[in-house]
């Protein structure tokens, strides 16, 4: 039945928010890289018309519309993105359970770039290792499928969901992004000091990249810098910017 559904459905249905029956915007949040002390990327929050939270905007998608909003969401965001100027990345969240087949469901995300002069090698993707995914066979087809096309992988969330570790003895993604629970006051907490180096050394075996999410104090930056981390994002360098793309003071890389 779903999978009938998914064949019945064009590229042009999937990307037309209004047939969901209720409309979004997004707000952006930047990612930094400490080195050079410049924004790197942005990732694309989606909220209501009116700034609500994501919880709001997710409380109307159902397992009926889940595809139809993952795939509007993408274009929405490449279209926001490139009305707002962006120059550097953009960072898509997508539900895995909401791709039929990788290499059908990209093709919306490709005709939205060529559509509004968005370079489709600035795009990213990030799965939330948070949300269950029905099946990791499918999830690592994904990933794969958007690495053969030149796009640039992440999971978010690392370390508070299902698969941690585990998920990266199957397939490597570009990025991880180290959950906020771990960060949260980790230059007082031994027990998250030695599970961050963990992941630090782990990913440098495995040559992925490691990202601090969620970073809100000068210590926690501090402490994560010391470890080799380069690439942060969180409220102590900018909050996300609704339907704008938000600056970030140098002066904050220099505690």
């Known amino acids: 039945m779903q999978e009938q559904y998914f064949k019945e459905l064009s590229c042009k249905q999937c990307v037309n928010a209004a047939e969901l029956g209720f409309d979004f915007s997004f707000a ?3 990612i930094v890289r400490a080195s050079t002390r410049q924004i790197v990327s942005y990732e694309a929050l989606a909220r209501g018309t009116a700034g609500e939270p994501f919880l709001e905007v997710f409380k109307n998608v159902t397992e009926e519309n ?45 005709a939205a770039a060529k559509e509004y002069n968005f370079p489709v090698e600035n795009i990213s993707f990030e799965v939330t290792e948070g949300e269950e995914v029905v099946e990791k066979a ?23 969901g299902y698969a941690g570790l ?40 495995l040559d992925i990249g490691v990202l601090a999410e969620g970073v809100e104090r000068a210590e926690e930056f501090i ?18 910017g609704f339907e704008h793309l938000p600056v970030v003071d140098p002066a904050l890389f220099e505690v």
């Not at 990933?143 to 508070?160: H, P, S």
């Not at 402490?223 to 996300?240: H, S, T, V």
């Open 223 to 240: 402490w994560l810098r010391e470890q080799g981390i380069d690439l942060y994002q969180g409220y102590y360098f900018a909050r996300p």
């Open 66 to 110: 889940l595809y139809r909003f993952d795939q509007a969401c993408r274009v929405k965001a490449i279209r926001k993105a490139a009305q707002l100027g962006m120059t550097v990345k953009l960072s898509i969240n997508f539900a895995p359970n909401a791709v039929y087949k990788p290499e059908l469901c990209i093709r919306t995300t490709i």
């Open 28 to 30: 952006f949040q930047p």
């Open 138 to 160: 499918h999830l690592i087809a994904i990933i794969r499928e958007y690495q053969n096309l030149g796009f640039t992988t992440a999971i978010d969330d690392f370390g508070a």
């Open 166 to 205: 585990n998920l990266l003895a199957d397939f490597q993604p570009d990025y991880i992004k180290i959950d906020r629970a771990l960060i949260d006051y980790v230059d007082q907490s031994k027990s998250r000091q030695a599970i961050i180096k963990g992941i630090v050394l782990t990913c440098s075996l």
